[in-house]
């Protein structure tokens, strides 16, 4: 089975930067999509970031110019850089890798990370 784990979150000022981390213990190269979504309380879960197989991405409008969403093949890992956070963007930040197979989806979840932008 395919895990994911986040790392990297934590407490910034606005304005200040964070890096997110998604180590996966399978091959994040055979995964059609990779990628990280927020969910404040209450809420659904949101995408954030995706990047493909092929290395296209897709970014919400909210964080487009201020998140990049990449990948490391050889560590398979899969990191989102964040600057110029906002509070707003407090939130428990998830990994999350798309297989298809078939006519089956298959969904991977990290365990969350925290992160929280104070003003």
């Known amino acids: 089975q395919v895990q994911l784990v986040e790392s990297g979150g934590g407490l910034a000022q606005a304005g200040g930067s964070l890096r997110l981390s998604c180590a996966a213990s399978g091959s994040i190269a055979s995964m059609h999509d990779m990628g990280w979504y927020s969910q404040a309380p209450g809420k659904q879960r949101e995408l954030v970031a995706q990047?493909?197989?092929?290395?296209?991405?897709t970014y919400a409008d909210s964080v487009k110019g201020r998140f990049t969403i990449s990948r490391d093949n050889a560590k398979n890992t899969v990191y989102l850089q964040m600057s110029s956070l906002k509070p707003r963007d407090t939130a428990v930040y998830y990994c999350k890798g798309t297989s298809y197979r078939g006519p089956r989806v298959y969904e991977y979840w990290g365990q969350g990370t925290q992160v929280t932008v104070s003003s």
């Open positions: 990047i493909t197989r092929g290395d296209s991405t």
